[in-house]
């Protein structure tokens, strides 16, 4: 059964990126290799992936894809990667990046037959995964809060959530991050 994921890294005080969406705070951390040693597994339980149009652009740019796009396929596969977006984005040589506008759930039907069974993974932004959960559609969320605080930014999920919604399903450290995984509650297969 497919399960809809936002897994991300987070700052202390809850930014997923600085204002001008800059993660250089995320690449500071010192340990970063054990907290992305169990990524690996989760990747591979992934059928689709969603982001939103900053998370796409900001990709394009930090790993220079349109230049170097064999990239992609190191990082992410050859799995259809859906992108929000009001505008038109180039999308990486030789990947399967559709871009689509409109609401989660206009969306929804194409992006689980596109998982095939598998998870979809929400790459980011916080927005977007906000979205997710109000279409009913948001299984999972899984954090990395990295030891880091911003005082502003790109906040994590702005939506208020109660903790009626949310349970608690895992807690360990790794490296100098916590991972937590929450169980959302109140979704449906739409």
Not at 42 to 66: I, K
Not at 69 to 95: I, Q
Not at 99 to 107: K, R, Y
């Given at each position: 059964?497919?399960?809809?994921?936002?897994?991300?890294?987070?700052?202390?005080?809850?930014?997923?990126?600085?204002?001008?969406?800059?993660?250089?705070?995320?690449?500071?951390?010192?340990?970063?290799?054990?907290?992305?040693?169990?990524?690996?597994?989760?990747?591979?339980?992934?059928?689709?992936?969603?982001?939103?149009?900053?998370?796409?652009?900001?990709?394009?740019?930090?790993e220079?894809?349109?230049?170097?796009?064999?990239?992609?396929?190191?990082?992410?596969?050859?799995?259809?990667t859906?992108?929000?977006?009001?505008?038109?984005?180039?999308?990486?040589?030789?990947?399967?990046?559709?871009?689509?506008?409109?609401?989660?759930?206009?969306?929804?039907?194409?992006?689980?037959?596109?998982?095939?069974?598998?998870?979809?993974?929400?790459?980011?932004?916080?927005?977007?995964?906000?979205?997710?959960?109000?279409?009913?559609?948001?299984?999972?969320?899984?954090?990395?809060?990295?030891?880091?605080?911003?005082g502003?930014?790109?906040?994590?999920?702005?939506?208020?959530?109660?903790?009626?919604?949310?349970?608690?399903?895992?807690?360990?450290?790794?490296?100098?991050?916590?991972?937590?995984?929450?169980?959302?509650?109140?979704?449906?297969?739409?």
């Amino acid at each position: 059964m497919t399960r809809t994921i936002f897994h991300t890294a987070t700052t202390l005080d809850g930014y997923l990126a600085t204002t001008d969406d800059a993660l250089d705070w995320l690449f500071a951390v010192p340990g970063s290799d054990e907290a992305e040693a169990a990524f690996g597994g989760f990747l591979s339980g992934v059928g689709a992936l969603v982001m939103g149009s900053a998370t796409y652009e900001w990709l394009l740019r930090h790993e220079r894809l349109l230049d170097e796009p064999e990239k992609w396929a190191g990082f992410y596969g050859t799995r259809p990667t859906f992108v929000f977006s009001s505008r038109s984005l180039p999308p990486v040589p030789g990947a399967d990046i559709r871009l689509v506008s409109g609401g989660v759930q206009a969306q929804w039907e194409s992006i689980r037959d596109a998982a095939a069974g598998g998870d979809v993974w929400i790459v980011g932004g916080g927005d977007l995964a906000g979205q997710f959960i109000d279409a009913g559609v948001l299984d999972e969320i899984r954090l990395s809060v990295a030891p880091v605080t911003l005082g502003s930014g790109k906040p994590l999920l702005p939506r208020v959530l109660g903790a009626d919604r949310l349970t608690l399903v895992d807690a360990k450290r790794a490296g100098q991050f916590v991972e937590l995984v929450y169980a959302v509650g109140g979704t449906s297969e739409a």
